[in-house]
């Protein structure tokens, strides 16, 4: 007899629901222990190897695109060339910004992502993303209701591991957690995987490229389950996030379940530029300082739209604050910017070996990984160049998991400065050993298929990426920082400069290959250089290709330095006002331009321009496929002897009320100048939204019809859906 009962606590029939209760708190506690854990590893933001700082103080939250269906069929439908590859996504309406917590919110038709795409340029931000959502889940701020349990990887971590394990052992490799209690908190329908650089994936396929795995507890490579588990073979039913290089995108999606929404991170908006300044410098009164200096510089300011470029701006004007203005004057272009934080951080050089040898074996070693595709070494590969780990501040120590051992493993900073440092070994050999590298890589660059974007090759290939920091290695004034620490010049810098304007010719006859080159010219900033090889160019076709502010910045500097251009194709570049703003001093210098906008009323001022324009005898705009508006209007505008004809169509093909068809005018030349477009344009977009409310319509078409008096009109052509009162009393009083 017990002394609490009647009963022996052995002959006690078992409680189901306190088993249930007890394995319910286990895991609850378990899910606890791992959240812990994740917090502890993931507050911090080495942020590159430096001091380390405050995640959720330092963060700053990108713009981040959701494209919209159409268009993202339409990318991969041009390259990958695949319907099956558009099956599977989500339907949205148009492009628009989302936040990290709507990115597994439902769509309009309610159906919820189980994949979800982030991709983005380098050094956008997208690790960062990664490691602030992580934070956020386990601080219990974000998504604790959509996922019990997420899992970060690193796909080049992955693609170093060959000893076979089951996808739990690969987890519990991944956290804290035992093989027993990742089965436990493992419930697939709330288990979201985050998988960062899955173009890794494309540039080193598993193993066995048939092997599919369906049970967690069978063993493969890495890569082969992971395989399995994008594919939805494994755990069919959990969520994934992954990350991806914007030129890897279109081979990644066939390899994703559905449905998937595509997504893109552009980096910081101007707003958010300031923000990461203002948690940067803290004081008040130096952050203001500081960024007032960049705001000035709209091409610095742009390119701080990149974080990783924010970021080593910060660097350089923190370590220059009494010499910020000599600093920004030199930051002018990307190479620019990394050279000047490399001299910064040099200042910190261990004395023991001399500068020149330093970066020379970094280079070394640098090259070596773009040669084999490897941004991981061991530490007795990097000795072997002659470097000490320890002590390279370029250098960042990690730990990997071979053999059921920790090893230690080295990496850069960022791969951009993989890239960066290969272009400097090329320049700091002596002239033989220069001359043949740099042959080399420019004979590469001709080959069909490397800068091609639908191209595989393309996908991975950091050769475009070494091109470009080489040419910026070859201003004289942006690599002067850096050379005059190492006391070095470059003796064939002006046969090397012939030998890259040859080569940038050969690959802009490439098909797509335009924007490359323009990007290398605009690194290289020699004025002469970049005349002689655009010297022949008469068209710019950048249709289909998505521009950046960075890229408008690029086109805007070779169109200036380029008086032959006679037609500019800028059709479906996701052009936005704010672009077309960096665009706008050298638009006008093309006899043809043909471009696309999502609002029509962004060109108003391009349309004045064009006024006083020379040269720019037609311009040809229309609204892109995916603009929400509705309807959606085209504009011809043609120049001759002096008169302008303008001609604005419209998409809407709805006979239930009275709108505007086609629209034809002629004015003087001289008009244009003075004429309201903004207004013109906003009152022609309003009609459709105006149209159902009949008294609304009648002061909207008096107002729409008041419009063409400012223009100084000679003839006026209107082709209508119906014509009701209003629209004849307004026609007859003009």
Request: hydrophobic letters at 40%; aromatic letters at 8%; charged letters at 25%.
């Amino acid at each position: 007899m017990s002394r609490f009962g009647g009963y022996r606590w052995k002959d006690k029939p078992p409680d189901p629901d306190s088993k249930v209760a007890t394995r319910h708190n286990d895991r609850s506690d378990m899910i606890l222990q791992y959240k812990a854990s994740v917090i502890n590893k993931c507050k911090v933001a080495t942020e590159h190897n430096l001091p380390c700082v405050d995640l959720a103080t330092r963060y700053t939250e990108p713009v981040i695109i959701q494209r919209s269906k159409e268009q993202t069929e339409k990318y991969y439908l041009e390259h990958v060339r695949s319907v099956d590859a558009t099956s599977h996504l989500l339907s949205n309406d148009k492009n628009h910004s989302i936040r990290i917590d709507q990115l597994f919110s439902p769509d309009s038709d309610e159906n919820t992502p189980k994949t979800v795409i982030l991709s983005g340029d380098s050094g956008r931000g997208k690790s960062f993303t990664l490691q602030k959502i992580m934070l956020d889940w386990a601080s219990g701020e974000l998504y604790s209701e959509n996922f019990d349990v997420m899992f970060l990887f690193n796909c080049e971590e992955l693609k170093c591991m060959f000893e076979e394990m089951s996808l739990f052992e690969l987890l519990s490799w991944s956290c804290s957690l035992t093989l027993d209690q990742i089965s436990q908190i493992t419930t697939p329908k709330k288990v979201l995987f985050l998988i960062d650089g899955i173009d890794e994936y494309v540039s080193h396929p598993p193993s066995h490229s048939m092997l599919v795995l369906t049970n967690p507890s069978h063993r493969a490579r890495p890569m082969d389950i992971l395989r399995s588990v994008l594919k939805g073979i494994l755990l069919p039913e959990s969520f994934i996030l992954v990350t991806t290089r914007s030129r890897a995108a279109d081979a990644v999606m066939n390899l994703l379940k559905g449905p998937q929404r595509f997504t893109e991170i552009m980096g910081f908006s101007e707003r958010g530029v300031q923000e990461y300044f203002q948690k940067f410098f803290q004081d008040e009164q130096l952050f203001r300082k500081m960024y007032e200096r960049v705001k000035i510089n709209e091409s610095l300011l742009t390119a701080c739209s990149v974080p990783l470029l924010c970021w080593m701006v910060c660097f350089c004007l923190k370590k220059h604050i009494t010499d910020d203005d000599r600093v920004m004057r030199e930051l002018k272009t990307s190479t620019s910017i990394y050279v000047h934080f490399v001299s910064t951080l040099l200042e910190h050089h261990d004395q023991s070996q001399s500068v020149l040898t330093m970066l020379r074996s970094l280079g070394h070693r640098a090259e070596e990984g773009v040669k084999k595709r490897e941004g991981l070494f061991v530490e007795k590969s990097v000795t072997a160049t002659g470097l000490d780990p320890a002590t390279n501040v370029f250098l960042y120590k990690d730990s990997l998991k071979r053999n059921n051992r920790q090893v230690s493993v080295f990496k850069f900073m960022h791969l951009s400065f993989q890239e960066f440092f290969t272009a400097l070994f090329y320049v700091l050999l002596d002239k033989k050993e220069s001359w043949g590298k740099v042959t080399d890589l420019l004979d590469s660059l001709k080959m069909k298929g490397i800068i091609n974007r639908p191209s595989p090759e393309r996908r991975t290939n950091p050769i475009p990426s070494v091109m470009m920091f080489l040419c910026g290695l070859l201003n004289e004034k942006t690599s002067s920082s850096l050379f005059e620490i190492i006391k070095w010049t470059v003796p064939q810098i002006i046969k090397l400069k012939t030998n890259l304007q040859e080569s940038l010719l050969t690959v802009r006859r490439q098909h797509g290959c335009e924007l490359f080159a323009m990007c290398c010219l605009y690194e290289l900033q020699d004025e002469k250089v970049v005349r002689r090889a655009l010297g022949d160019w008469v068209s710019i076709n950048l249709s289909n290709i998505s521009l950046r502010s960075t890229d408008c910045w690029v086109l805007l500097y070779c169109l200036q330095c380029c008086p032959n251009i006679r037609y500019l194709n800028l059709m479906y570049c996701d052009l936005t006002a704010e672009k077309l703003k960096i665009l706008q001093p050298a638009l006008c210098i093309s006899k043809t331009m043909r471009l696309s906008v999502e609002h029509l009323s962004e060109v108003e001022d391009l349309i004045q321009v064009l006024g006083e324009s020379k040269i720019l005898r037609e311009l040809k705009v229309q609204e892109d496929e995916n603009s929400a508006e509705s309807p959606r209007w085209s504009l011809n505008l043609s120049v001759n002897r002096g008169d302008v004809l303008l001609s604005l169509s419209s998409s809407e093909k709805n006979l239930s009320f009275p709108a505007v068809l086609n629209i034809s005018l002629t004015c003087p030349q001289s008009e244009l100048s003075s004429t309201d477009w903004t207004l013109f344009l906003q009152r022609l977009s309003k009609t459709a939204k105006v149209a159902e409310d009949s008294s609304a319509l009648d002061e909207h078409v008096s107002l729409l019809l008041s419009s063409f008096h400012s223009v100084g009109l000679t003839m006026l052509d209107l082709k209508l859906v119906s014509l009701n009162e209003s629209w004849a009393s307004g026609i007859i009083w003009l």
